[in-house]
């Protein structure tokens, strides 16, 4: 009922592309249970094989860490993690933008 | 390479929608509403949030000294219609148009929702996100309907809910919401969110405790289910009916967010209901949704000029109807899957719904 469980790792220090790529690095390597070093981050989610559930999970995860709402179907609209990642930072500065 | 480019097959109806959307792009909407309804007068809010409590406990007493039980059933309503009306007020404060002061307006909020026992902040964090994305098809927070294809790929509970609060069960469409985010910080992206939602809970559980503890006590678990369950069936009935004829009609899109925007989101997506006056009073104008969407700050006595301003900066952009059961029963019968052709709606049997020609119909709002 408290919904008591872990919340996702925050990212240390300042939020920006490289960090972002950075936490899905290390989110996508515990997931799948490979070391950080094996991912690539231009290949694509899929690859990887992550299922829809898990996209899905990934994206409330990252929500998390970003401290808004991403749509569910974000790992299919952006399908690499640089791909991700530069799409994010975008969004961001436009939010710190516009207020 | 989107996941979700729809619709994939847009007709007039949706190129219609697009050109008014881009008609108001770049517009900053809530500069058609003079600055002075923006102000709160606190005395007004308060006689509100008495009216709603006056009504729902009076509904209570009523039940205690019915002299039939067939009696109950209209005061659950009139009960229902104070629990509403109460929500209302909350939704004042959760937009800070209540009074000036945060801390006033986040503890009439806490109170106001008691017979709802929601979570102040929980339902305010979720409120927000339908604010920030209405009609949005993958992140509005309310009444957003699904692609059937989606619908297949459900598990059994999740399929019984969705069909049940879209049909026969629509009542229970905010309970279900409740149920979702209402004790669940984990549900919101932003920390400061999970610590205010942690917090309206342990308020709303202490107060659970005070008050279901002493009327089982007193009443027995009879008494628990007319005194207290029945009516917040019947609140959630009013709110659920209402949100779901705000957001959901034939001719009016669900935007991927390729088509979405901020302005559309504001002006263009729901329906106004013009209610008789005494209704309009006793939910403290809920109905007129277009101004709200548009400005949010706007306190409720002031929709009313706030939405005429509006409708003479835009003309023919404000959907307003009469309110029927009709438009309910259109609803709940028709319009339940989003089709990923039109954009607009399909029914549980696949069928398109066509939009109905609905022109804005020119009514005299009550001065």
């Not at chain 2, 009444?143 to 009542?171: C, N, Q, S």
Request: charged letters at 20%; glycine letters at 6%; hydrophobic letters at 40%.
């Amino acid at each position: 009922m408290f919904g008591r469980k872990k919340d996702a790792q925050q990212i240390q220090g300042p939020l920006t592309e490289d960090s972002l790529r950075q936490w899905l690095v290390e989110h996508l390597a515990q997931r799948i249970e490979v070391p950080a070093a094996d991912i690539d981050t231009q290949k694509s989610f899929e690859s990887y094989g992550l299922d829809s559930r898990v996209a899905v999970q990934v994206s409330g995860a990252l929500e998390k860490v970003v401290e808004r709402r991403l749509s569910p179907g974000l790992l299919y609209e952006h399908q690499t993690i640089d791909d991700l990642s530069g799409y994010l930072a975008q969004e961001l500065r436009l939010s710190r933008r516009t207020g | 390479m989107g996941a979700y480019n729809f619709p994939s097959a847009p007709d007039r109806a949706f190129e219609d929608f697009k050109r008014k959307s881009e008609q108001i792009e770049g517009e900053r909407l809530a500069g058609a509403i003079p600055r002075e309804f923006f102000e709160p007068r606190v005395g007004r809010g308060l006689l509100g949030f008495a009216v709603s409590w006056v009504l729902y406990i009076g509904a209570l007493v009523g039940i205690a000294f019915s002299p039939h039980w067939l009696l109950w059933i209209p005061l659950w309503i009139v009960a229902g219609l104070g629990g509403w009306g109460l929500h209302c007020i909350a939704h004042d404060c959760g937009h800070g148009s209540f009074s000036r002061s945060r801390k006033f307006n986040f503890a009439i909020g806490h109170v106001s929702l008691l017979p709802l026992i929601y979570p102040f902040h929980a339902w305010r964090h979720v409120h927000n996100l339908h604010h920030s994305h209405t009609n949005n098809l993958e992140l509005d927070t309310d009444w957003r309907p699904v692609p059937a294809a989606l619908y297949d790929r459900m598990p059994l509970h999740e399929k019984v809910i969705y069909h049940g609060t879209r049909t026969w069960a629509f009542w229970g469409g905010t309970i279900n919401y409740w149920r979702e985010s209402g004790f669940r910080p984990s549900y919101f992206p932003k920390r400061e969110a999970r610590r205010d939602v942690r917090r309206s809970m342990v308020f709303v559980l202490a107060v659970m405790a005070a008050y279901f503890v002493p009327l089982i006590w007193f009443t027995g678990f009879t008494g628990f289910l007319i005194y207290f369950v029945a009516p917040w069936l019947a609140t959630h009935a009013w709110f659920s009916a209402t949100t779901l004829m705000h957001h959901s009609s034939s001719d009016i899109p669900y935007l991927t967010n390729e088509h979405w925007t901020r302005n559309a989101s504001r002006l263009l997506v729901t329906t106004d209901f013009v209610y008789p006056k005494w209704l309009l009073f006793l939910t403290h104008n809920i109905s007129i949704h277009t101004a709200h969407h548009v400005a949010p700050v706007v306190p409720f006595y002031n929709l009313q000029k706030a939405q005429r301003a509006l409708k003479d900066a835009y003309p023919g952009m404000v959907r307003e109807e009469r309110v029927k059961v009709r438009q309910l029963s259109t609803i709940i019968r028709r319009l339940h899957f989003y089709d990923t052709e039109s954009g607009f709606y399909t029914d549980f049997n696949r069928t398109r719904i066509a939009p109905a020609d609905a022109k804005p119909v020119t009514v005299k709002t009550p001065s």
